[in-house]
């Protein structure tokens, strides 16, 4: 699933001054609508930004061969990396013009393996949401059933860029 739009050199991305020009949550939109630069991670994990709301972002995407282990299956590297967008998104989505955010913390607990190939979304949502500190959790469900592969939680820091 590629994305909308995802930058493929440095100069691509946005710059700092626009990123702080805008709230956490204009920015999200922007992603999602393809105007601003997806996570070239994403491109690489072959998932993009879904879903956007204030205190709540999804994504959606599906591992591929590429993704695997040494052994064949999905690769946890995988889970955290679609797990950690949605929960840092999440924080984000509340940060205010002027600040940003980075993770200080990320866990993630795989309950059973999502086969190669399946689509699933992964959501995250805010927990709490404070001047220095956000905290939130996350789901990664098979997108046609509901299946849950694996949950997540992160602690961010709040900062601001001004």
Same mark, same amino acid.
């Given at each position: 699933? &590629? &994305?909308?739009?995802?930058?493929? !050199?440095?100069?691509?991305?946005?710059?700092?001054?626009?990123?702080? #020009?805008? +709230?956490? %949550?204009?920015?999200?939109?922007?992603?999602?609508?393809? !105007?601003? #630069?997806? &996570?070239?991670?994403?491109?690489?994990?072959?998932?993009? *930004?879904? @879903?956007?709301? @204030?205190?709540?972002?999804?994504?959606?995407?599906? &591992?591929?061969?590429? =993704? !695997?282990?040494?052994?064949?299956?999905? =690769?946890?590297?995988?889970?955290?990396? $679609?797990?950690?967008?949605?929960?840092?998104?999440?924080?984000?989505? /509340?940060?205010?013009?002027?600040?940003?955010?980075?993770? /200080?913390?990320?866990?993630?607990?795989?309950?059973?393996?999502?086969? $190669?190939?399946? @689509?699933? *979304?992964?959501?995250?949502?805010?927990?709490?949401?404070?001047?220095? !500190?956000?905290?939130?959790?996350? @789901? /990664?469900?098979?997108?046609?059933?509901?299946? /849950? %592969?694996?949950?997540? +939680?992160?602690?961010?820091?709040?900062?601001?860029?001004?």
């Amino acid at each position: 699933m &590629p &994305p909308k739009f995802t930058a493929e !050199t440095p100069d691509q991305l946005i710059s700092p001054d626009a990123l702080l #020009s805008m +709230s956490g %949550y204009a920015f999200l939109c922007a992603v999602r609508d393809g !105007t601003i #630069s997806g &996570p070239p991670i994403g491109a690489v994990c072959g998932f993009l *930004i879904d @879903e956007v709301e @204030e205190g709540r972002v999804s994504f959606r995407g599906a &591992p591929s061969f590429e =993704h !695997t282990n040494i052994v064949g299956g999905v =690769h946890g590297g995988w889970y955290a990396t $679609i797990l950690d967008s949605c929960l840092a998104c999440a924080v984000t989505s /509340l940060t205010p013009q002027g600040s940003y955010m980075t993770t /200080l913390e990320l866990k993630i607990n795989i309950t059973r393996a999502v086969p $190669i190939g399946t @689509e699933v *979304i992964a959501t995250g949502t805010i927990q709490h949401m404070g001047r220095s !500190t956000g905290v939130a959790s996350a @789901e /990664l469900r098979d997108a046609k059933t509901g299946r /849950l %592969y694996a949950t997540g +939680s992160t602690t961010c820091m709040i900062l601001n860029g001004t």
